[in-house]
Nanobody, 116 residues
């Protein structure tokens, strides 16, 4: 059974930085893709950034150039470095893993609040 545990959320002023980390119980190199999603109040969950098993990355237009996703296969972690944060980045951030059998796994989420 795969478990994903996020950490690193919190309250930060606009322009500040936060680093989110997702620790997976399984070997992440077995996942087809790891990603970060977010959901703001009253909005649908959206993809923020993803990284494939081969290391290819993709970002939402709204965060490209400010956020960086990275993974460490040895530590089974996937991180999201968030710089130049804006109030509109406020949301619950979820770690996601897509297995080779196309099964989705989700973490419990971590709150990120950016004050203006």
């Amino acid at each position: 059974q795969v478990q994903l545990v996020e950490s690193g959320g919190g309250l930060v002023q606009a322009g500040g930085s936060l680093r989110l980390s997702c620790a997976a119980s399984g070997r992440i190199f077995r996942f087809n893709r790891m990603a970060w999603y977010r959901q703001a109040p009253g909005k649908q969950r959206e993809l923020v950034a993803g990284i494939t098993s081969g290391g290819n990355k993709n970002y939402a237009d709204s965060v490209r150039g400010r956020f960086t996703i990275s993974k460490d296969n040895a530590k089974n972690t996937v991180d999201l470095q968030m710089n130049s944060l804006k109030p509109e980045d406020t949301a619950i951030y979820y770690c996601n893993a897509l297995s080779l059998s196309r099964t989705d796994y989700w973490g419990q989420g971590t709150q990120v609040t950016v004050s203006s």
